[in-house]
């Protein structure tokens, strides 16, 4: 996608610079000119940037689009780290069908539903502590350690060594940009972050061979040392999968609907008013700032897409945050609608690999943001200047300092 400011003036695609701060901030008029100029565009570098929610939809769904990753070399997309085997996300079927399955069982809407009671518990202790000070930091002191929590305890991440792995996280996140998004010096960091990753989980599987516990790790222990349907290289991909995508994105669904909420007063009342429109509200807020901005596959063979060819083996993007606000499907879409009916956003991606903790992610944001927004009457922006962290993926803020007391 860097290519794609080498367009020639008044050409499609000519103002889209994801690296540029300012797009960072607000890439909503930017996908709107693209969406309405060339929905299907190809860049300078050869890659497809697709941003009309029907074509986005389609791809989603079309079994001649896949991540190629075993298939195709020319991959610039989806490379292995260091030889190392891919987590399910990144496979086609039948990989993809077999892994996720071993880990789906955690995720179900009864299994995620009983673990709300702990959620809200949580919740609750990180806004005491933020009504008593007066201020926070909606990332710092509710995005980021909810989910990490949550998803730790879930796992079975000893609680003192979370804060040792939290940079190993960040740097793994910031890893699914593209390759050619990073410095050598950046891949060599992302690489080591995985080795380092590697090596804890594997002392801490270890562990509990040893010990099992009522956790996801013991599950996948059991399973890769029963019928052998995991190899130790797909367990350590798979935990450090489960760990750093179960609180990346919903920190900055948090993040990015909390100061949603700030900057639209009318929906933030409404929301104060009516506390049962809070399952509606995070379905809206998903739509309209959805924290990870694009996905991307590899054409398996020919297709056609939005009247244009599409050859096997050549890539697109599928920008998510240009489709949920494609009027076409959504009426009025750059309106923050806390009701809005029949919100069919693609924030979870789509097809075979519909997001797997899509019902975690929603349950947490009710709480966090539900309760935030019941306890904390006088919520509001500490300041005016707010910076996005550097992804081109998942978009986020590096900090969101609120003021809590009146």
């Given at each position: 996608?860097?290519d794609t400011?080498?367009?020639?003036p008044?050409?499609?695609?000519?103002?889209l610079?994801?690296?540029?701060?300012?797009?960072?901030?607000?890439?909503?008029?930017?996908?709107?000119?693209?969406?309405?100029r060339?929905p299907?565009?190809?860049?300078?570098r050869g890659?497809?940037l697709?941003?009309?929610y029907h074509?986005?939809?389609?791809?989603?769904?079309?079994?001649?689009?896949?991540?190629?990753?075993?298939?195709?070399?020319?991959?610039?997309?989806r490379?292995p780290?260091?030889?190392r085997?891919l987590p399910?996300i990144?496979l086609?079927?039948?990989?993809h069908?077999r892994l996720r399955?071993?880990v789906s069982?955690?995720?179900?809407?009864?299994?995620?539903?009983a673990m709300?009671?702990r959620?809200?518990?949580?919740?609750?202790?990180?806004?005491?502590?933020?009504?008593?000070?007066g201020?926070a930091d909606i990332?710092?002191?509710?995005?980021?350690p909810?989910p990490a929590?949550?998803?730790?305890?879930l796992?079975g991440?000893?609680?003192?060594?979370r804060?040792?792995?939290?940079e190993?996280s960040r740097l793994?996140?910031r890893?699914v940009?593209p390759?050619?998004?990073?410095?050598?010096e950046?891949?060599?960091r992302?690489?080591?972050?995985?080795?380092t990753?590697?090596?804890?989980?594997?002392?801490?599987?270890?562990h509990r061979?040893r010990e099992?516990?009522d956790?996801l790790l013991?599950?996948l222990?059991?399973?890769r040392d029963?019928?052998?349907r995991?190899?130790?290289e797909?367990?350590?991909?798979?935990?450090i999968?489960l760990y750093?995508?179960?609180?990346?994105?919903t920190?900055d669904?948090?993040?990015?609907?909390?100061?949603?909420?700030?900057?639209?007063?009318d929906q933030l009342?409404?929301l104060r008013?009516?506390?049962g429109?809070?399952?509606?509200?995070v379905e809206?807020l998903?739509?309209?700032?959805p924290?990870?901005q694009?996905?991307r596959?590899?054409?398996?063979?020919?297709?056609?897409?939005g009247?244009?060819?599409i050859?096997?083996g050549?890539?697109v993007?599928?920008?998510?945050?240009?489709?949920?606000r494609?009027?076409?499907?959504?009426?009025d879409?750059?309106?923050l609608?806390?009701?809005r009916?029949?919100?069919?956003?693609l924030?979870f991606?789509?097809?075979i690999h519909?997001?797997?903790?899509?019902a975690l992610?929603?349950l947490?944001?009710?709480?966090a943001?539900g309760?935030?927004?019941?306890?904390v009457?006088h919520l509001?922006?500490?300041g005016a200047?707010l910076?996005y962290?550097d992804?081109l993926?998942?978009r986020?803020l590096?900090a969101l300092?609120?003021l809590?007391?009146?």
């Open positions: 996608m860097t400011t080498e367009a020639a008044g050409r499609p695609g000519a103002d610079d994801p690296f540029d701060p300012a797009h960072r901030a607000d890439p909503y008029p930017v996908y709107r000119r693209l969406r309405e060339a299907v565009f190809r860049t300078p890659h497809w697709i941003s009309g074509d986005c939809s389609s791809v989603f769904r079309d079994p001649r689009f896949g991540h190629g990753t075993t298939t195709l070399r020319n991959n610039t997309f490379r780290v260091g030889g085997s399910f990144l086609d079927p039948p990989e069908t399955s071993l069982r955690a995720f179900t809407p009864r299994t995620v539903a709300g009671e959620i809200q518990e949580i919740v609750d202790g990180m806004i005491d502590v933020a009504l008593e000070r201020r990332i710092a002191d509710l995005g980021y909810l929590t949550v998803i730790s305890e796992l991440v000893p609680a003192g060594d804060e040792a792995i939290k190993l793994v996140a890893g940009d390759d050619f998004r990073h410095t050598p950046e891949l060599r992302r690489a080591e972050a995985f080795t990753f590697d090596g804890y989980f594997r002392e801490l599987l270890a061979r099992p516990a956790d013991s599950e222990v059991a399973v029963g019928d052998g995991l190899t130790e797909e367990l350590l991909t798979t935990c999968l750093v995508a179960g609180h990346e994105t920190m669904l948090i993040g990015n609907g909390t100061l949603a909420l700030l900057r639209h007063p009342a409404r008013a009516d506390p429109l809070i399952a509606s509200a809206e998903l739509r309209f700032d924290p990870t694009l996905s596959r590899t054409a398996l063979a020919d297709a056609e897409v009247g244009q060819a050859r096997a050549e890539q993007v599928l920008l998510r945050g240009a489709a949920n494609d009027p076409a499907v959504f009426p879409p750059d309106r609608d806390l009701g009916r029949n919100n069919r956003h924030s991606d789509g097809g519909f997001c797997l903790g899509a992610a929603r947490e944001g009710q709480i943001l309760t935030l927004v019941r306890r009457p509001r922006l500490a200047e910076t962290r992804n993926v998942i986020g590096a300092p609120v809590t007391g009146r």
